[in-house]
């Protein structure tokens, strides 16, 4: 403060603070509906911070593929073009750690007549092509426009090839659709928006029979591994997730 007198009077001048100006660097935004706050004392760690790729790779490389976006706090496949059945600059991207038992919670959002899948337990080797030739997957897709939602135990929430969902809470295509996968000790569990919809045993005789009625009885290692990566899918349509957490068991 400075006094100044006048007239015996003290009169009391503020000083003025300084006007600071805000750099780019230093923009400020809101919080969304999007953003993960990792709660550490619930054990939860984020997987993905809504505004880089950062823990995440492109499956058998080092780094993420120029069609994986990160916008407005998702990671947004988009579609410049297609490469077989995955996008040009896509492939399904995995997480950089390993995981054993495990609770995982995270939203997806797809595309109509699209197509996606979350898959874990996914082991990375070049003599492995792809994610799903190891990690079972929990099927992502717009039921009604594409052509899988016409097969049985390829339909939104299923465990894909192997175990249908025992109710549809899927919501409408364009809608975001909140998945808990749950694994511990071989005890798996599917949660679509609040509901559980399959609950299984892995690696018991009973899931070694249905591995032996789906398609994946012709890949060898399909779920031999107990500890893996998580991977969201490339399959050539555009697809969203935010809010990825995972708590380990």
């Known amino acids: 403060m400075k006094y100044l007198l006048l007239a015996g009077s003290a ?14 660097t230093e923009k400020m935004t809101e919080p969304t509906s999007s953003t993960i706050t990792s709660d550490n004392s619930d054990g939860w760690i984020s997987l993905f911070d809504g505004k880089t790729t950062k823990g995440w ?9 120029s069609a994986w976006k990160v916008d407005d706090g998702t990671l947004h496949l988009t579609v410049p073009g297609s490469a077989g059945y995955q996008t040009k600059g896509g492939g399904d991207v995995v997480t950089d ?10 939203e997806w959002k797809i595309s109509p007549k699209g197509n996606s899948g979350i898959i874990f337990d996914v082991k ?3 003599k492995y092509e792809d994610t799903w030739q190891t990690g079972p997957e ?15 135990k390829h339909r939104a929430g299923d465990l894909y090839d192997l175990i249908s969902s025992s109710s549809e809470p899927v919501k409408a295509v364009g809608e975001w659709n909140q998945v808990e996968i749950k694994l511990n000790n071989g ?6 928006n609040g509901v559980n919809t399959v609950s299984t045993t892995m690696w018991d005789d009973n899931w070694w029979k249905l591995v032996k009625g789906s398609k994946f009885v012709k890949m060898p290692d399909f779920t031999k591994f107990k500890t893996g990566h998580i991977a969201l ?12 957490k995972i708590r380990k068991l």
């Open 11 to 24: 009169v009391v001048i503020m000083a003025a603070a300084p006007i600071l100006k805000k750099t780019k």
């Open 124 to 126: 990375e080797e070049p």
């Open 233 to 244: 899918q490339d399959h050539g349509c555009e697809v969203w997730f935010r809010n990825i």
């Open 57 to 65: 790779h492109t499956f058998n490389q080092k780094t993420v593929g």
């Open 138 to 152: 929990c099927q992502v897709l717009d039921n009604d426009g594409h052509d899988d939602g016409k097969i049985k």
């Open 97 to 106: 750690q390993e995981f054993t038992n495990f609770d995982l919670k995270l």
């Open 187 to 192: 005890k798996l569990d599917f949660y679509m």
